[in-house]
């Protein structure tokens, strides 16, 4: 008999059930009390409770866990030197959404050579956050498969939808039932409007299929998430960060009775998806934020160990440690720099030594 489906499947692999990995990878009342915690904290910051500056910075991806760990370890340490006017949030990112195509992240090709060795990667990323949660660091991802967040949501503080799915009704019915507060970038094309309906329609309840804990498919019932903000990322049409699209922003956001929550992506297109003009994005921005801005109540840096990105080469022994294998990123000292001038200019008092180059007028 000829048959009808599956004509273009090579094979299907099963998983590990969410409910059994969490078995493996238990989450610690330290980790427990990082996330609770932190959640609650931006929240307040949604809110205008808690006037700090919400801060995601780190790797545009993590592809090698020794490395995004160091990171941790001395974002960790920034963390708690600038506490008092800032929350710091990590950005651990492991599922990258292509244009045409290209290596997809930790969790969809964790050894980085086409085995796409799924299982591993979702271990992996598991294992990855709950020793961030343990250093007491809030952590960010982005979600891409609406699978993904039964491995590993209940140790993300902040999730964000991207600019290629926040036009997705898959994925704003996947936010309406997320654990934690939401941030929907604009469009790939600059339109704040896709991620304006975004945040409203995943604050509704909504009845879609899922996966339970178990790995059965279900129909979900979500009680609607009403903590969103928005992300400007800029787009074709340009850099969208200047005070005047801000305003334009806020206004959009007030007369859809949304909250003025914004966050400002200082990579990608705000710099002309040129790393090393991040700083001009969020200097800029700081100075709105000093000027009495607060409805910009966070900054997002792609920053790693070391500074550019690398192509992946075929022969995985030349990667270079600590070096991005997708956009690339501002290194560790230029991130200290930003961050301490930053905190400084805010009205923080720094404790112990600066790095070479920060300097207490606040230019770096």
């Not at 604050?203 to 790995?215: P, R, T, Y």
């Not at 905190?343 to 030594?353: D, H, I, K």
Request: one cysteine or more; glycine letters at 8%.
């Amino acid at each position: 008999m000829q048959p009808l489906q599956d004509l273009n499947v090579r094979e299907t692999v099963p998983l590990v059930s969410p409910r059994y990995l969490k078995h493996e990878e238990n989450v610690t009342d330290e980790a427990i009390r990082t996330v609770v915690e932190s959640r609650e904290t931006v929240k307040n910051i949604l809110a205008g409770r808690d006037r700090r500056l919400m801060v995601i910075v780190g790797p545009c991806s993590i592809h090698d866990q020794v490395a995004g760990l160091e990171y941790a370890r001395k974002l960790r340490e920034l963390a708690e030197r600038v506490k008092s006017h800032m929350l710091v949030v990590m950005r651990v990112y492991f599922e990258k959404p292509r244009t045409t195509v290209g290596w997809k992240g930790l969790i969809n090709d964790p050894h980085l050579n086409d085995t796409f060795d799924i299982g591993t990667g979702l271990r992996i990323a598991r294992r990855i956050l709950l020793e961030v949660a343990n250093m007491g660091l809030p952590a960010a991802t982005e979600l891409l498969e609406p699978i993904t967040p039964q491995y590993i949501a209940d140790l993300i503080s902040v999730a964000a939808i991207g600019a290629r799915t926040t036009e997705s009704p898959t994925h704003r019915q996947m936010a309406s039932g997320l654990s934690m507060p939401v941030g929907y970038k604009n469009g790939t094309d600059g339109s704040l409007q896709v991620a304006i309906d975004a945040m409203l329609a995943a604050q509704h309840q909504h009845s879609f299929l899922g996966m339970d804990g178990d790995g059965k498919t279900c129909i979900i019932n979500t009680k609607g998430n009403p903590w969103g903000f928005l992300i400007l990322r800029g787009g074709r049409s340009g850099p969208n960060y200047d005070p005047a699209l801000l305003t334009e922003a806020t206004e959009k956001l007030n007369a859809a009775k949304l909250t003025p929550r914004l966050m400002v992506d200082c990579s990608h297109a705000n710099s002309n998806k040129d790393y090393t003009r991040q700083r001009v994005v969020w200097n800029d921005c700081i100075e709105q934020r000093m000027a009495g801005n607060d409805h910009l109540i966070g900054l997002m840096l792609e920053s790693n160990l070391f500074p550019g990105n690398q192509p992946l080469p075929a022969d995985l022994s030349q990667l270079k440690y600590g070096v991005s294998v997708t956009d690339g990123c501002i290194g560790w000292d230029e991130t200290e720099q930003l961050v301490l001038s930053a905190y400084e200019r805010l009205g923080g008092e720094l404790a112990g030594p600066q790095p070479a180059g920060a300097s207490r007028s606040g230019a770096v």
